[in-house]
Structures are given as C-alpha cells and as structure tokens.
C-alpha cells in the first residue's frame, strides 16, 4: 500500500480516490494500517473537514482546535450524534451529497429525526465490502447472498436497507436475492431458497435485522416457514439488535436457529454499525464479543462526564474515529456505552435517558405527549 | 447498610429484608412485610393516634415535632448523622446538604408549624376541640372542629431530602398517624425523624410507620394498610399517581403533589446583579425541586447581557459550591442538550451554549427564539428571549398547572406577569432570589398543607 501523503492542492476527490484504493487494497494480515499510517491519514482527513466543513469548523474553533493541533486520529474533537439531528455536516460547500441516511428512532423525549449526508457514496462502499469480505463472507466459497429486509428498510434513506442491497449485488457472485415485498419479507421465497439450498449444497449467506430473523423463527417454530439444514459454509449476519421486540434475546434467536437451520456460531455474524458511521463493527458468535473492524475505523471509551479515556476493560461511552467518514466528520461521540475487548469493543447498551430528578418536571415529554414539541 | 424503615408495634425484630440501592449508589434495607405484620403496624399507629389525641395538645405535638426536627440541622450529634446520611444516600457535598437541611428546618420550626396552623385553621383550638363559628348567622350557634382521618397512607416517590418529613409532619399537625413508602432515592431521613420525635415523646413517635419496598408495584401488605386510611398522599409524578390510584379503594380520597417546573421572569428593566439570586436558586436542592428554576424568560431585545450575567454567577458558585456531578446518563443528555444549541447557533446564529469548557458543572442554553422544552439535568438552564409577556404567556400555556414557581426579577410590567402566572395556575410568584425558599404556609401547589387532610365536623345548637 502506498504511504499517504499530504499532496499539494489537496481535495475531497483526491483524497477520497486515494482512500478508495487503500481500502480495496487492504488484506486482514497481509497489509497492515500501523498508527502512523493512520495518523497521516487523518491529518489529511481534518484538513478537509476543517476547511469544507463549516459547523464542524466552528466546532472544533470553539475549542482552540485547528489543523496544527492534530498530528493524529486521536487528536480529533468528536462531534456528538445529537449534531447530526440538528445541521448538515457535509464537506463542501456547495456540493450534493450521492446519497442521505436518515436516523430513526426517538431520543429523549425528542423524535427529530437525523440525518448523514454521504458525499462519496464508493468510498462508504469500498469500506463496507473491505470489511464484510474480511470478517464475514468467504469469497473462495462464495455462498448465495440472500437478504431479508425487514419493513422499514423500505422507508427511503435507510443506511441498512443501502448497506444490504449493495452488498447482495456487489458480493460474491453477483446472484444475490431480496426476499422483500412490499409487505415486509416474503416468506415464500425465503422458503424457495432455503429449499434449493438444502438439496443443491451451496451455501447461503442470509443477511437482515435481529428482528426480521426473530420472526422467521416464529414461522419456523410454528410451522409457516420450511425448516432444513443448511449446507456447510452457510453464514447469517444480524444487525439491529433486539430494540423493538419486548423479551427478545440474541442467544435464544441464535439457539433456535441452530436448531431449526444448523446454523451455528462462529457462522452467525451480528453487524454493528450506525447511520452516522460509514465503517462496521462485526462480532462472531454470542455474545458476539468483541466486535472488531477495519484498521481506518478506531473507537476508544471515555468516562462520560470527563470525557477522559477510561482505563482498558471499564466501561464508558464509545468515541469511534472512521476515515470513510471524510465528506462529513470523521470523530462521532456517540450515546453507546461499551468496553474495550480482544481486538476490537464489545457494545453494553444504549444510555437510557436521565431518569426524573426530584420533583423537577422535564417538560420536553409533557410538550412531547401534547404535541407542542 | 442505611436502615430505611420505622415500624412501631412489630413484635419481632425481622429476619427477611428487600434491599436497594439510591441513585447514587447507597445500599439500604427495609424489612420484607408480610400482611399480618403490616395489620399489627397499621393497628400500633390507629392505637398511638387515638390515645395521643385524647393525652395530648395539638400545642404539645408541635413542640415535640418542632423539637425533633430541631434537631436535624441544630448543632449535634443528630445533625452530624442527619448530615452523614444525606451525603450517603444523594452523592451531595457537606455545603449543599447543609443548605438544604437548614433551608428545610426553617419550615419546621415552632413558629413556622405554629403560623401554618393559625393560617389554615385559625390556631389549633379547632383540632383539639369544637370551636364557636362567628361567621353563623342562623339561629342560636354554631361549633366546628378539624380533625385529620386516623390513619393517612403517604407515598414519596421524588428525591429532595425532607420532602417526607414535611408531608408527616402536615398529617402529625391535623392528629393523624402515618403510614408511608418511602423514596427510593433518599429512604433514611424520615425514619431518622421518627426516632428523634419517639426520643421527644414515644407515643408521638408510634403515630409514624415508614418503609420501603421496590418498584412501582403495590405488595399485599400496601393493600392492607390502604383499608386502614383515609386519606392518601402521593408526591410522584403521573404514573406514580395513576399506580397509586389503581391500588387503592375506589373511594379513597388522595391528595396529589407531582413534578412542577420553575421559571424565571427577566422583566426588561432589571439589573444585572439579578443573576446571582437566580444562581442561587438554581443550585439549591441540586435544581431537583419542583420549585427549582429551569426555564428563563427575557422580555426584551436580547438574552445575550442576562445570559453573561448568569453564566458569571454560576461559574462563581461552582467554584464556591461544586455541584455533586452527572450521572453517565445525565452527562450524555447534557452533552447532546449543548450539541443541539451549539450546531444550531453555527446554522443560524440565533442559540448558544455557555459552559466551563467541557465540564458540566453548569449550563446554559440560549435562544433568541421562545421555547419550553426543558430536559431534568443538573445546572441546566434554558434561556429564551421573548419580545413581550403575551408571547411568553403563548408561550408558557401548554405548561399550564405544571409550573410552581415564577420567579422575577425588575418590576415592569410586573402586574401583568402575576395576571398571567394566576390564569396558568403558578402557585407563587417571587423574586430572584427566593424562589427555591417558599416560605412555612405557602400554598403548596396552590393547595393548602393542612386542609386537605381534614374533615370538619359542624355542630349546631338552638341556643
């Protein structure tokens, strides 16, 4: 791999062309990404964002921060996930972003919904196929990628549904499947591939959300779905967790699938990854500890109050560095609390939201319930 | 291991206990309840009641409530546990807790009980026997006496210390006994109350039971003790109440005290050194009462010179007086609560954040723009210009009956404020300075203390 450089005239096209070809160059074991070669990296990286990127410039201003203050990854301000709910965060200006993800879900009592505007949509592509060939899909035995979209990746502007659609096409042999309908999973032709799988012995790689696959094993348990045993080879990668479904438990999905599939760690991969990160986390197994990714994507743990890294093993929220972040911020403090394990983190939970303090009301869920937020 | 209990007329010491633990990590114990042992409980505190009203002067029972209570904040070794204990069980420093106990006995004094008395029932003639009536007109006289159910059920959800002692002694006052869940959050300070008062007068001290169990959940012997009350008293917030309510007899009466909101008014003549007397308020009872400021109003041009003010005046009061510090949960809503007001000023330069750098001892978050949200985080202010007080009453009208407290600070205009602090439903409206300090007989949510835990009894004679 070359080395990077600070080229002279730098742009967002060269550097992310340079990146491009770094990612789809880089081999687990065979070429390695050392701290200084990141480090080059992301000086680069802040350049840019510091010049094109302007809330983020005003940002890191505010405290004292600028281009000859950052010699490394770990010298960038983290912008917390709240900012993306509230600005466009894109390197430009005055560029259109290839492609916008939309957060879901409520925080605090606050349902405004967030957004990533992706710049340079090969460069999150590159990183997503570099990580799933590396710590998911085994391309000398290319199994048939079939993907399970659960409804709400029909909604426009889902980073997962993006995620799995490219993946199906752009993976393997290039034969991969939806089983989607516009009703949410079409379950007949989940049941035609698993049957032709079984009986033709080439393997699948089923792809969806822990919920989605939650709901096939109720069909299979019950009967509405065809069970058999997959041939060997056969991978299935979660992603979501278990948010959403009261009572839900990873390891009970896992067993049942095992049981009615033959699927059986360290062949079930959970995905980890979040609409403001291009990169992804994967983790074998369950609990799917530690969850490991390519060498452009870093999180370290910080005490939540201090913001100091905590000592290895504590627990505190995660502060993940991405590269294929470069057309928006590459630093994202997030509301993840997690720990650092093995090669990579293991995810604890969400921060639940502050409960009540003494009989101080919080009106944002009173205005919330009337409508008024 | 704090011991969250005081439970008269248990024969046995007990032998099974529920444990928990306050938000600030403090383990405590209280034992678990079967429904005969909560009977015998509910019996002792009927039984010390009954005798106590028949032995015992509605004077005598405030001198020996006012005495007990003394004690928690006067010089001594009561006040030095009282102290300790608070510090266990709220994660506070020595200063805060100091200012929130001595804040809290000013209320629980002789005088101030003794004015709360003559202020609701006219003195305490009417508790202990029939009174003449001078407002009767009818033909020969009228008599009137007050007097409290027997047994009042309390349940304490929220976590500002004293608030259970307060609510005890309210029920104490009107000659009814006490059986109370205690909060989660700060479990000790009532039963540590009701020994110093059994120390003052033990029969006193058996018209008090307290006890904690865990959760939401209502365990048979809380429906035991609900036979035995007449009134109910629950400080929590909605679902609280909605619990509490589904628990009991449908025609038990309850008296309810939920999470409120405080504003701050700055009215567009006031002067700067305003700001340090809202500090103030702010950092009282760690911003964790319903008469806490949250929400800052400027009438005028800008918030810009109030907000530096404030911010002055945090920063000193941090330094004089450290906040006890977030939680991991508080701090990550503090952080996305900055973000938010940040980002969006760097979009349209109409919000701001002012902090000690990264540290969240305090914040405030401005806005040109008028709002209402506000998150229950620890000095957190939400500052808001508005261009006058009808766009602050728009503005303030779906918190209508949710906001205790409206504090001021300069004076024009000011009869139009208190115009629209009555018709939302405020139930008082104070200076900077004061709002965190109601004083002895404020009208608790616009509530009387005392009347709504009495039953009057009218007698009627022809001559």
């Given at each position: 791999?070359?080395?990077?450089?600070?080229?002279?005239?730098?742009?967002?096209?060269?550097?992310?062309?340079?990146?491009?070809?770094?990612?789809?160059?880089?081999?687990?074991?065979?070429?390695?990404?050392?701290?200084?070669?990141?480090?080059?990296?992301?000086?680069?990286?802040?350049?840019?964002?510091?010049?094109?990127?302007?809330?983020?410039?005003?940002?890191?201003?505010?405290?004292?921060?600028?281009?000859?203050?950052?010699?490394?990854?770990?010298?960038?301000?983290?912008?917390?996930?709240?900012?993306?709910?509230?600005?466009?965060?894109?390197?430009?200006?005055?560029?259109?972003?290839?492609?916008?993800?939309?957060?879901?879900?409520?925080?605090?009592?606050?349902?405004?919904?967030?957004?990533?505007?992706?710049?340079?949509?090969?460069?999150?592509?590159?990183?997503?196929?570099?990580?799933?060939?590396?710590?998911?899909?085994?391309?000398?035995?290319?199994?048939?990628?079939?993907?399970?979209?659960?409804?709400?990746?029909?909604?426009?502007?889902?980073?997962?549904?993006?995620?799995?659609?490219?993946?199906?096409?752009?993976?393997?042999?290039?034969?991969?499947?939806?089983?989607?309908?516009?009703?949410?999973?079409?379950?007949?032709?989940?049941?035609?591939?698993?049957?032709?799988?079984?009986?033709?012995?080439?393997?699948?790689?089923?792809?969806?959300?822990?919920?989605?696959?939650?709901?096939?094993?109720?069909?299979?348990?019950?009967?509405?779905?065809?069970?058999?045993?997959?041939?060997?080879?056969?991978?299935?990668?979660?992603?979501?967790?278990?948010?959403?479904?009261?009572?839900?438990?990873?390891?009970?999905?896992?067993?049942?699938?095992?049981?009615?599939?033959?699927?059986?760690?360290?062949?079930?991969?959970?995905?980890?990854?979040?609409?403001?990160?291009?990169?992804?986390?994967?983790?074998?197994?369950?609990?799917?500890?530690?969850?490991?990714?390519?060498?452009?994507?870093?999180?370290?743990?910080?005490?939540?109050?201090?913001?100091?890294?905590?000592?290895?093993?504590?627990?505190?929220?995660?502060?993940?560095?991405?590269?294929?972040?470069?057309?928006?911020?590459?630093?994202?403090?997030?509301?993840?609390?997690?720990?650092?394990?093995?090669?990579?983190?293991?995810?604890?939970?969400?921060?639940?939201?502050?409960?009540?303090?003494?009989?101080?009301?919080?009106?944002?869920?009173?205005?919330?319930?009337?409508?008024?937020? | 291991?704090?011991?969250?209990?005081?439970?008269?007329?248990?024969?046995?010491?007990?032998?099974?206990?529920l444990?928990?633990?306050?938000?600030?990590?403090?383990?405590?114990?209280?034992?678990?309840?079967?429904?005969?042992?909560?009977?015998?409980?509910?019996?002792?505190?009927?039984?010390?009641?009954?005798?106590?009203?028949?032995?015992?002067?509605?004077?005598?029972?405030?001198?020996?409530?006012?005495?007990?209570?003394?004690?928690?904040?006067?010089?001594?070794?009561?006040?030095?546990?009282?102290?300790?204990?608070?510090?266990?069980?709220?994660?506070?420093?020595?200063?805060?807790?100091?200012?929130?106990?001595?804040?809290?006995?000013?209320?629980?004094?002789?005088?101030?009980?003794?004015?709360?008395?003559?202020?609701?029932?006219?003195?305490?003639?009417?508790?202990?026997?029939?009174?003449?009536?001078?407002?009767?007109?009818?033909?020969?006289?009228?008599?009137?006496?007050?007097?409290?159910?027997?047994?009042?059920?309390?349940v304490?959800?929220?976590?500002?210390?004293?608030?259970?002692?307060?609510?005890?002694?309210?029920?104490?006052?009107?000659?009814?006994?006490?059986?109370?869940k205690?909060?989660?959050?700060?479990?000790?300070?009532?039963?540590?109350?009701?020994?110093?008062?059994?120390?003052?007068?033990?029969?006193?001290?058996?018209?008090?039971?307290?006890?904690?169990w865990p959760g939401a959940s209502f365990p048979a012997a809380w429906r035991?003790?609900?036979?035995?009350?007449?009134?109910?008293?629950?400080?929590?917030?909605?679902v609280t109440?909605?619990a509490v309510?589904r628990s009991?007899?449908?025609?038990?009466?309850?008296?309810?005290?939920?999470?409120?909101?405080?504003?701050?008014?700055?009215?567009?003549?006031?002067?700067?050194?305003?700001?340090?007397?809202?500090?103030?308020?702010?950092?009282?009872?760690?911003?964790?009462?319903?008469?806490?400021?949250?929400?800052?109003?400027?009438?005028?041009?800008?918030?810009?010179?109030?907000?530096?003010?404030?911010?002055?005046?945090?920063?000193?009061?941090?330094?004089?007086?450290?906040?006890?510090?977030?939680?991991?949960?508080?701090?990550?809503?503090?952080?996305?609560?900055?973000?938010?007001?940040?980002?969006?000023?760097?979009?349209?330069?109409?919000?701001?954040?002012?902090?000690?750098?990264?540290?969240?001892?305090?914040?405030?978050?401005?806005?040109?723009?008028?709002?209402?949200?506000?998150?229950?985080?620890?000095?957190?202010?939400?500052?808001?210009?508005?261009?006058?007080?009808?766009?602050?009453?728009?503005?303030?009208?779906?918190?209508?009956?949710?906001?205790?407290?409206?504090?001021?600070?300069?004076?024009?205009?000011?009869?139009?404020?208190?115009?629209?602090?009555?018709?939302?439903?405020?139930?008082?409206?104070?200076?900077?300075?004061?709002?965190?300090?109601?004083?002895?007989?404020?009208?608790?949510?616009?509530?009387?203390?005392?009347?709504?835990?009495?039953?009057?009894?009218?007698?009627?004679?022809?001559?």
């Amino acid at each position: 791999m070359t080395s990077p450089r600070r080229a002279a005239g730098e742009t967002f096209d060269l550097l992310s062309a340079e990146l491009i070809a770094a990612f789809n160059g880089w081999r687990p074991g065979l070429s390695s990404w050392d701290e200084s070669t990141l480090d080059a990296w992301a000086r680069r990286a802040f350049q840019l964002q510091f010049e094109g990127n302007t809330p983020y410039r005003k940002y890191c201003e505010a405290r004292r921060v600028g281009p000859s203050d950052v010699n490394g990854w770990r010298d960038f301000v983290p912008v917390p996930t709240e900012a993306f709910r509230v600005v466009d965060l894109l390197v430009g200006p005055g560029v259109d972003p290839g492609l916008v993800f939309r957060t879901s879900g409520t925080t605090r009592g606050r349902s405004a919904q967030g957004r990533h505007l992706v710049r340079c949509p090969e460069l999150y592509r590159a990183s997503l196929r570099a990580g799933f060939r590396a710590f998911v899909y085994d391309e000398d035995n290319p199994a048939k990628i079939v993907t399970l979209p659960p409804s709400f990746t029909h909604d426009a502007d889902s980073s997962l549904g993006w995620m799995l659609d490219d993946l199906r096409v752009g993976i393997g042999l290039g034969d991969g499947v939806s089983v989607a309908s516009t009703a949410g999973i079409d379950w007949g032709k989940l049941d035609t591939e698993v049957r032709e799988s079984a009986e033709g012995g080439r393997p699948l790689c089923l792809l969806g959300t822990t919920l989605g696959f939650a709901e096939w094993l109720d069909r299979l348990e019950d009967g509405r779905s065809v069970a058999s045993k997959l041939p060997e080879g056969t991978l299935l990668m979660d992603t979501g967790g278990e948010k959403g479904r009261e009572g839900l438990e990873r390891g009970r999905l896992l067993r049942g699938l095992e049981d009615q599939l033959g699927i059986a760690p360290p062949s079930i991969v959970n995905e980890f990854g979040m609409t403001e990160l291009l990169s992804q986390r994967y983790g074998h197994g369950d609990p799917a500890v530690p969850l490991i990714g390519p060498p452009w994507l870093r999180s370290i743990v910080l005490d939540p109050v201090t913001l100091e890294e905590v000592p290895r093993g504590e627990t505190g929220i995660l502060c993940h560095f991405d590269l294929a972040n470069l057309g928006s911020v590459c630093a994202v403090l997030t509301e993840d609390q997690g720990r650092a394990a093995g090669d990579g983190i293991e995810w604890v939970g969400r921060t639940e939201g502050a409960p009540p303090r003494g009989c101080s009301l919080a009106t944002a869920e009173l205005l919330e319930a009337q409508g008024n937020a | 291991m704090l011991e969250a209990w005081y439970l008269p007329g248990l024969e046995e010491s007990p032998a099974e206990w529920l444990e928990g633990r306050t938000r600030a990590g403090a383990a405590f114990r209280a034992p678990t309840l079967s429904v005969d042992r909560a009977r015998a409980v509910a019996g002792a505190v009927r039984e010390a009641v009954l005798k106590a009203r028949t032995t015992r002067s509605t004077e005598e029972v405030i001198g020996a409530v006012a005495r007990a209570a003394g004690k928690l904040s006067a010089d001594g070794p009561e006040s030095v546990a009282a102290r300790e204990l608070l510090r266990t069980e709220l994660g506070w420093n020595e200063r805060l807790v100091r200012e929130t106990l001595e804040g809290m006995a000013r209320t629980w004094t002789h005088e101030a009980l003794t004015g709360l008395v003559d202020a609701e029932l006219g003195g305490t003639a009417s508790l202990d026997g029939f009174v003449a009536d001078p407002q009767w007109s009818g033909p020969g006289q009228r008599r009137r006496r007050a007097l409290g159910s027997p047994v009042v059920l309390q349940v304490l959800a929220g976590n500002v210390p004293g608030v259970a002692i307060t609510a005890t002694m309210r029920a104490l006052l009107v000659r009814s006994g006490v059986l109370c869940k205690l909060p989660e959050s700060e479990p000790g300070l009532l039963p540590l109350f009701a020994r110093l008062l059994a120390a003052e007068d033990p029969l006193l001290g058996d018209c008090v039971a307290a006890t904690w169990w865990p959760g939401a959940s209502f365990p048979a012997a809380w429906r035991e003790w609900a036979g035995w009350a007449g009134k109910t008293v629950v400080y929590g917030g909605d679902v609280t109440v909605e619990a509490v309510r589904r628990s009991l007899p449908a025609d038990t009466e309850i008296v309810t005290y939920g999470p409120k909101t405080g504003v701050a008014v700055v009215l567009a003549d006031s002067l700067p050194s305003a700001a340090a007397g809202l500090a103030r308020d702010v950092c009282a009872y760690d911003q964790q009462g319903c008469v806490s400021p949250r929400l800052v109003y400027v009438v005028g041009e800008s918030t810009r010179p109030f907000v530096e003010h404030l911010a002055a005046s945090l920063e000193d009061l941090a330094e004089q007086h450290p906040p006890p510090g977030p939680t991991a949960a508080e701090a990550v809503a503090i952080r996305a609560a900055r973000a938010a007001f940040e980002f969006s000023g760097y979009d349209d330069g109409r919000s701001a954040v002012e902090s000690p750098g990264e540290s969240l001892d305090w914040t405030i978050l401005s806005s040109e723009d008028p709002a209402a949200r506000t998150e229950s985080l620890p000095r957190v202010l939400w500052v808001h210009r508005v261009p006058d007080l009808q766009t602050l009453e728009e503005v303030l009208r779906p918190l209508e009956g949710r906001i205790q407290t409206v504090g001021y600070c300069g004076t024009q205009e000011l009869t139009k404020l208190t115009g629209i602090g009555a018709r939302l439903g405020v139930s008082r409206i104070a200076p900077f300075g004061s709002m965190a300090w109601p004083p002895p007989d404020w009208r608790h949510e616009g509530k009387h203390q005392l009347l709504p835990l009495v039953n009057w009894t009218d007698f009627e004679t022809l001559e």
